[in-house]
């Protein structure tokens, strides 16, 4: 993994957890700060897929002077440890049990969740197996809930071969996501696609990027299929608390569709449409995207 490209925009201290035989790497920044002394209020950012904590740069930056700001790296992702598939299930339960245990082991409370793509099924399933620990939700094109929206590029992507081999061989995902998850390919430069794909350099490190795609659950028959339905059956536990809803309005994805949906669970939203953005609206429109963070949390 070459570090020379991108490690100036990534400026933070690596950290280790082990929440059952795989190291997990996470950021823990409070700038001047020993996490033992940090502030109370955390703002913990889950990522999807094929992302890491490098797309959260700037808010930790931002944010970092005031709060104590988590972001973590899903097994298989980032520069956590990428096992085999055989060691490791790579299935939403796992992902939520792996949160579940940072969190607990870390003893965050008074959480602020920013989540992402899947990251908004991981997050939320966390949330509400532990919904004493989380005070506010901002989250932004995802999803924690069934959906009959299956783009067909999606379905491709999940066939056994041709998928696999288009994901893990070719790296298509990632590398289709630097144009297809963006409305403004400009503003990635070379140095910013360089970090969002640096930790997908090889076949076997681009397993849980196939798998990511592999686990969503077209159908009731599918493994995290009922993992997600109890996910949505109790959203209502966050009915009463500060939900900031940030979408992108140009995802192909996670349409505006899927922000319609989460204001049935959340009608009180604090909702922010960001026309010109696409699925990567903090590489979009970072500073819309922050600022609307920023008025939220000062709420």
Known sequence: MKKSQWRSLYPFESRFFDPGGFRMHYVDEQKGRHPA??????????????????????????????YRCVALDHI????????????????????IADL?????????????????DWGGAIGMGAAV?????????????????????????????????????????????ARFALSMAVAKP??????????????????????AVYRFVDDIPASEKHPSHQTLLEIENRLALFRNKPVALIWGMQDWCFTPDF???????????????????????LEDA????????ERFLAK
């Open 259 to 281: 922000l319609a949906k989460f204001l049935q669970f959340f009608p009180e939203a604090d909702v922010h449409r960001l026309a010109e953005a696409g699925h990567y609206l």
């Open 129 to 173: 197996r532990l919904p004493e620990r989380f005070s506010r939700l901002v989250l932004m094109n995802t999803a924690a809930f069934r959906s009959e929206k299956f783009p067909l590029r999606i379905r491709i992507c999940q066939t056994p071969i041709l998928g696999r081999l288009a994901i893990q061989g070719l790296n298509l995902f």
């Open 186 to 207: 400009r503003n990635l430069t070379k140095d910013i696609r360089a970090g969002l794909l640096a930790p997908y350099d090889c076949w076997h490190h681009r397993t």
């Open 37 to 66: 002394d940090a502030p109370r209020q955390v703002l913990l950012m889950v990522h999807g897929n094929p992302t890491w904590s490098f797309y959260f740069r700037n808010v930790i930056v931002r944010f970092r002077d005031k």
């Open 100 to 116: 579940c245990r940072l969190i607990t082991e870390q003893d965050l409370r008074d959480i602020t969740l920013i989540a992402h």
């Open 76 to 95: 298989g992702c980032g520069l956590s440890d990428k096992p085999g598939e055989k060691e490791y299930s790579y299935r939403l339960e796992q992902r």
């Open 286 to 293: 970072p500073e819309a995207v922050i600022d609307a963070i």
